[in-house]
């Protein structure tokens, strides 16, 4: 079982930055594959970044490429999503997720989901 809590989000202005966390309770966390989703208002939820369980293998959709980073601390249980160049159309409610398995990219494989945290970015 993870338990896991979402910090960061805000209100921020096109081109801004904001550094999401998630931190992770459990004895699984540095075993599992971790992930970062989005739902806009009125849309479906997507993978923004998935990261694997050592950190080595990273997936990012093609919206964010070269703007967002994901990363983790397995000592601290924390993923993190740096996200640089933010624009308007990054608003949604921010989800982190973990897998249960130690590489996943797929929104359907993950399993632990954590409440979420706003991001409104400005124009």
């Known amino acids: 079982q993870v338990q896991l809590i979402e910090s960061g989000g805000g209100l921020v202005q096109a081109g801004g930055s904001l550094r999401l966390s998630c931190a992770a309770s459990g004895r699984t966390f540095s075993s599992t594959a971790m992930g970062w989703f989005r739902q806009a208002p009125g849309k479906e939820r997507e993978t923004v970044a998935t990261i694997s369980w050592s950190g080595g293998n990273t997936y990012y959709t093609d919206s964010v490429k070269g703007r967002f980073t994901i990363s983790r601390d397995n000592v601290k249980k924390t993923v993190y999503l740096q996200m640089n160049s933010l624009k308007p159309e990054d608003t949604a409610v921010y989800y982190c997720?973990?897998?249960?398995?130690?590489?996943?990219?797929?929104?359907?494989?993950?399993?632990?989901w954590g409440q979420g945290t706003q991001v409104t970015v400005s124009s």
């Open positions: 997720a973990a897998a249960g398995t130690s590489i996943a990219t797929r929104i359907w494989e993950y399993r632990y």
